[in-house]
């Protein structure tokens, strides 16, 4: 799983969705996966290189990741840094523990579920670490980038409106 491809977006064609669906702000950072192999926590970008920038993110994963397998996709983020700026920060081989792991997708081994179902465990799970450590989500290096259910293409739509209107620096929006 280290090796396979993280997928690009495609174009939104509202003929293709499967409604509900989840809207979220697009984040413009550097898209990694951290995954669990051979008891190890390991992060590589989209090309399959190995990031070493990012040890406070694979500590805190190597609480969240249970099993062999188990990985989370995530665009690292520093808010108010401009993407050129982030991707250096992310490749250079010393720790900046200013970045930000953003979750947009997870693969658990013994959960083969729809991505809904996959996004739930994930909350589940980063609210359990949460609990038991008395901090809260909103501290923590790894997040879940916040999202709204939509019915359909007419609340999609509303959706995308409203963030653009609070944040018109936004990229733009996701629907998954």
Same mark, same amino acid.
């Given at each position: 799983? /280290?090796?396979?491809?993280?997928? !690009?977006?495609?174009?939104?064609? *509202?003929?293709? &969705? ?12 550097? *898209? %990694?996966? %951290?995954?669990?192999?051979? $008891? ?15 040890? =406070? ?5 190597? %609480? ?17 840094? /401009?993407?050129?700026?982030?991707? $250096?920060?992310? #490749? #250079?081989?010393?720790?900046? #523990?200013? !970045? ?11 959960? #083969? ?5 996959? &996004? ?8 359990? @670490?949460?609990?038991?450590? $008395?901090?809260? !989500? ?6 879940? @980038? *916040? ?6 293409? /007419?609340?999609?739509? /509303?959706? =995308?409106?409203?963030?653009? &209107? ?9 629907? =998954?």
């Amino acid at each position: 799983m /280290a090796n396979e491809t993280i997928e !690009l977006l495609k174009n939104y064609e *509202p003929k293709k &969705m499967e409604w509900p669906a989840l809207h979220q702000q697009k984040i413009d950072g550097v *898209p %990694v996966r %951290v995954i669990k192999q051979a $008891g190890e926590v390991r992060s590589y970008t989209r090309q399959g290189e190995r990031v070493t920038s990012i040890p =406070h993110i694979e500590q805190f994963c190597s %609480v969240l990741l249970k099993n062999n397998g188990d990985s989370v996709v995530m665009e690292l983020h520093i808010a108010g840094k /401009a993407f050129k700026e982030i991707s $250096g920060l992310v #490749r #250079r081989k010393a720790a900046c #523990r200013q !970045l930000t792991g953003w979750c947009f997708d997870c693969f658990w081994t013994d959960d #083969r579920q729809s991505y809904r179902s996959r &996004m739930l465990t994930l909350a589940f799970k980063l609210g359990d @670490i949460a609990t038991k450590a $008395g901090s809260r !989500l909103e501290d923590f290096s790894v997040r879940i @980038i *916040p999202g709204v259910q939509c019915a359909d293409e /007419a609340a999609a739509q /509303a959706a =995308h409106d409203a963030l653009m &209107m609070a944040n018109p620096d936004a990229e733009g929006s996701v629907l =998954h």
